[in-house]
């Protein structure tokens, strides 16, 4: 396997790619009793749309159907579930979909050998029935209805509309009733054909493990199956628009007080200029300088009694898009909202200040070190930093290479982007506390 | 766990080197009651953000950074009635760090702020008091907004109104209400003056790093064991419905139930396995059968207050389905007193062997359980798996038979609203 080791950090990261195409990564972690193991495909509930490389044909999947497909891949033969062999093992799994993977994990403290086989076994052998798609629909649909009634969730979806006329991330992950009534046997089966191929997919797991050891176990595994060469299917983008799909919506839910969200759609070919990791630490050094704890800002809000403690900023960054969010609940929505836009449009560059920069920076590479302590935090790093095509604990290197140059170049950026907003109102006044 | 008294204040330590953090901890041990848990929310917000060399957020949060955001927090955990308030601070560990006074000028950050707050005249600012009093109070408002939170808080609100799970952990508005600034300068003087404390290190640290760090506190130490209560066995005499109507899309069904087994019960270990055959694996026999038999609901949970000795069920469920899940989760409970799956239990000692172990993959849950061991149970991660390794199905059995079901809460809306 390929070594590198990072001295600051005192880690290393193993990787290789398998004959059949199987990317794996291996972050040993010394007297840790604990292994996590993730094995992922870059498949996501953004990427319903494909094209056939030889036949040109078009290809579309219901919205939901790569969780769907997430949910499906427990079902084994004879009526079995993958998750009750986990346990047998002494081993806790799950699964999560996101925008852009799905990822299949496992935690176990012994019987790695075992755990991680299966692991790959399960996630590559398909066993999907008419009776228990059915079944699982009504699950999934419970799960739609669940976050209906969160009023984040129903935030972070209308504030995607309003910034995306076309972009698969105005859609839930879970997908809709609608859709999610649509998903039958043909089409996980076809999703994990194109999709679960070795060639599309990932496996990382950090913790107690033994390098050689483990490659081998994955390679015996490995070396054991059939596959067909991986279908050339691409994943077909929509083009979007830089403008903003609606500049504000809103809409009732039964709360006690407002939710307000504001987004900045910024144009995602920034990244040509800079590391897409670089982007992100820069996009979290402006916030933090204009809105973090250790700003003005943050003390006027309060002031004026605009946020609460759930108020919370962030930038979405990826090669295909990107945006700013800030939400908070608040007594008063609309003087929440305008005080972003002011500060958006009429900010000045010298809010951005130098000390502040360099405390900032102290702050994430200190925050970073001590991540190394969990076990999750790194391999969820490292999956994130591979999908965005980066070294993730050569992390802090890309950030003390930032300046405050790059610093004021995109916070121009963002001042000249489009926004829009959201607010939800309650419906009736609350009854209880 | 190295056990040393420092200044009069006993002291705890783990040496461990696989860390890249090192985290010290004061833990204040008072009575757990409403009043209390709102002071320490309101002090730990005030505590560790201003200072009085650091008077505003924004100061004291420059210093956070410029010390590689090494931040401190206050929070509290109740066992039964004493109520533990634990001041943590977490650095990254000195050796990864580039600046010689890192570890001195972290030490005298926390020392600092903890005992020279932001005061005039002795009494904490009126302003920050304000402002905490008015935050806390939108958070409890806003309770009302998760649901499946709300219906839980529902339920022991009727279930229990006077019992010591009634006790909300994030206030309540009556009890914010009364509270003034001169209560909360009080509190924060019976905390460093006249409660009884503890102090725990954790980490890649050194002897004399430990003693340096505590060279600067000053507390008294006194007997911090537990207080045993003979909290009196309910049995339900009837079943109590409860029903709530909200635009909700979907119901939220809580059950519950009365369990009569508290911490030092000769069935603690038997009941949280019980707990874990239930729910907390996806083996379970709830969600084996409420979710992937009968598709009611995605997520089904129970929780166990063992100081409160009371059972909780949750689900997310369409209102038609409620008595139809009641009924499955009845008889599964019923089913237990006579038959228990072997495989199943052992797949639950599994999943706990495997829990205490994992705990020492992670320095916050260390100190959390050593606190706890040192408050309640008395045994380390060993003793502990033995003890687990030696439930049967027999005393599964028994545990069944001693769950009673008490109150019914469903919130629920009409899905087409």
């Known amino acids: 396997m390929n070594k590198v080791y990072y001295p600051r950090l005192n880690e290393a990261l193993y990787s290789t790619v398998l004959k059949n195409g199987l990317k794996v990564y291996m972050v040993p972690k010394a007297d840790f009793q604990k292994t996590?193991?993730?094995?992922?495909?870059?498949?996501?509930?953004?990427?319903?749309?494909?094209?056939?490389?030889?036949?040109?044909?078009?290809?579309?999947?219901?919205?939901?159907?790569?969780?769907?497909?997430?949910?499906?891949?427990?079902?084994?033969?004879?009526?079995?579930?993958?998750?009750?062999?986990?346990?047998?093992?002494?081993?806790?799994?799950?699964?999560y979909t996101s925008y852009d993977e799905t990822a299949y994990t496992v935690t176990c403290t012994k019987k790695q050998k075992e755990v991680i086989q299966f692991l790959l076994d399960f996630v590559q052998k398909p066993c999907f029935t008419a009776q228990g798609i059915a079944k699982e629909k009504k699950i999934i649909l419970q799960e739609y209805l669940m976050y209906q009634d969160k009023p984040n969730n129903r935030l972070h979806y209308d504030l995607m509309n309003n910034l995306y006329w076309n972009d698969p991330l105005k859609e839930e992950i879970v997908g809709n009733e609608e859709s999610i009534k649509k998903i039958n046997k043909k089409i996980l089966l076809q999703a994990h054909q194109f999709l679960y191929h070795p060639q599309n997919m990932t496996l990382l797991i950090v913790g107690h493990l033994h390098v050689e050891e483990t490659l081998q176990w994955i390679m015996d595994n490995q070396n054991g199956k059939q596959f067909s060469p991986c279908p050339p299917v691409d994943i077909k983008t929509p083009i979007e628009l830089l403008s903003i799909h609606k500049e504000f919506n809103q809409f009732e839910m039964d709360i006690f007080s407002p939710y307000v969200a504001y987004g900045i759609k910024i144009n995602p070919h920034l990244y040509k200029k800079f590391n897409i990791i670089k982007i992100d630490y820069i996009m979290k050094i402006i916030l933090e300088q204009l809105f973090g704890s250790s700003s003005d800002?943050?003390?006027?809000?309060l002031d004026q009694d605009l946020i609460s403690k759930r108020f919370r900023y962030y930038a979405h960054i990826t090669n295909n898009s990107m945006y700013i969010a800030m939400q908070s609940d608040s007594k008063h929505p609309e003087q929440l909202l305008n005080y972003f836009e002011n500060k958006f449009l009429n900010g000045r560059r010298d809010e951005l200040q130098e000390a502040n920069f360099t405390r900032i920076k102290k702050g994430i590479i200190g925050s970073f070190i001590k991540?190394?302590?969990?076990?999750?935090?790194?391999?969820?790093?490292?999956?994130d930093a591979l999908t965005l095509n980066c070294d993730y604990f050569n992390s802090l290197d890309i950030l003390e290479s930032i300046t405050m140059e790059d610093i004021l170049l995109v916070y121009d950026v963002i001042k000249n982007s489009p926004h829009t907003k959201v607010i939800i109102n309650p419906k009736k006044v609350a009854k209880k506390e | 766990?190295?056990?040393?008294?420092?200044?009069?204040?006993?002291?705890?330590?783990?040496?461990i080197n696989k860390f890249k953090t090192i985290s010290f901890a004061i833990v204040f041990f008072s009575e757990y009651t409403q009043k209390n848990i709102v002071l320490n929310r309101i002090l730990g917000q005030i505590l560790s953000t201003t200072s009085r060399n650091y008077p505003t957020k924004k100061e004291f949060s420059n210093r956070v950074y410029e010390l590689y955001?090494?931040?401190?927090?206050?929070?509290?955990?109740?066992?039964?009635?004493?109520?533990?308030?634990?001041?943590?601070?977490?650095?990254?560990?000195?050796?990864l760090i580039q600046e010689e006074n890192y570890f001195d000028d972290v030490k005298e950050f926390f020392w600092q702020s903890i005992l020279q707050p932001n005061r005039i005249d002795g009494s904490?600012?009126?302003?920050?008091?304000?402002?905490?009093?008015?935050?806390?109070?939108?958070?409890?408002?806003?309770?009302?907004?998760?649901?499946?939170?709300?219906?839980?808080?529902?339920?022991?609100?009727?279930?229990?109104?006077?019992?010591?799970?009634?006790?909300?952990?994030?206030?309540?508005?009556?009890?914010?209400?009364?509270?003034?600034?001169?209560?909360?300068?009080?509190?924060?003087?019976?905390?460093?003056?006249?409660?009884n404390c503890k102090g725990y290190a954790i980490g890649d640290i050194t002897d004399e790093m430990v003693n340096s760090f505590f060279a600067s506190c000053s507390f008294s130490t006194?007997?911090?064991?537990?207080?045993?209560?003979?909290?009196?066995?309910?049995?339900?005499?009837?079943?109590?419905?409860?029903?709530e109507k909200q635009d909700v899309k979907q119901g939220k069904l809580v059950l519950g139930y009365r369990t009569n087994i508290h911490y030092f019960h000769q069935y603690y270990f038997p009941m949280v396995l019980f707990d874990l055959m239930l729910t907390g694996m996806t083996t379970s026999s709830l969600f084996k059968v409420v979710r992937e038999q009968y598709g009611l609901a995605?997520?089904?949970?129970?929780?166990?207050?063992?100081?409160?000795?009371?059972?909780?069920?949750?689900?997310?469920?369409?209102?038609?389905?409620?008595d139809k899940t009641v009924n499955i989760i009845q008889k599964i409970i019923q089913d237990y007193q006579n038959n228990v799956d072997e495989k199943l239990l052992q797949m639950a000692k599994d999943t706990l062997i495997s829990y205490y172990t994992e705990t020492n993959d992670d320095c916050q849950s260390l100190l959390l359980f050593q606190i706890r061991t040192d408050l309640i149970k008395k045994m380390n991660i060993d003793e502990i798996i033995a003890a687990v390794n030696t439930v049967n199905t027999q005393q599964i059995k028994e545990v069944a038979k001693m769950i009673f079901l008490d109150t019914i809460y469903f919130l629920y809306g009409d899905k087409n609203e």
């Open chain 1, 36 to 95: 996590y193991c993730v094995f992922k495909t870059d498949f996501g509930s953004i990427h319903t749309n494909f094209i056939h490389r030889d036949t040109n044909e078009k290809i579309s999947f219901p919205q939901g159907t790569a969780h769907f497909l997430e949910h499906q891949m427990f079902a084994m033969e004879k009526n079995k579930d993958a998750g009750d062999y986990f346990a047998s093992l002494g081993a806790d799994s799950n699964a």
């Open chain 2, 69 to 95: 955001h090494t931040y401190f927090s206050m929070f509290s955990r109740n066992y039964d009635e004493t109520l533990m308030s634990v001041l943590l601070v977490t650095m990254v560990n000195p050796t």
């Open chain 1, 297 to 301: 800002t943050y003390q006027e809000l």
């Open chain 2, 124 to 195: 904490f600012s009126q302003k920050d008091f304000n402002e905490e009093k008015k935050l806390m109070l939108t958070s409890i408002e806003n309770m009302y907004n998760n649901k499946e939170s709300y219906a839980y808080h529902r339920l022991i609100e009727e279930m229990a109104p006077n019992e010591i799970i009634n006790i909300k952990p994030y206030g309540t508005k009556e009890v914010l209400n009364e509270i003034s600034l001169s209560e909360l300068t009080d509190y924060y003087h019976y905390l460093f003056t006249d409660c």
């Open chain 2, 298 to 322: 995605y997520s089904i949970h129970s929780t166990v207050q063992y100081d409160a000795k009371i059972l909780t069920i949750q689900a997310g469920i369409e209102e038609e389905n409620k």
């Open chain 2, 222 to 243: 006194k007997n911090t064991d537990m207080k045993l209560y003979a909290h009196p066995t309910f049995l339900p005499k009837e079943i109590h419905y409860i029903e």
């Open chain 1, 371 to 383: 991540s190394m302590d969990d076990v999750e935090t790194i391999t969820h790093g490292i999956l």
């Open chain 2, 1 to 15: 766990m190295n056990r040393q008294m420092i200044n009069n204040l006993e002291v705890n330590t783990l040496f």
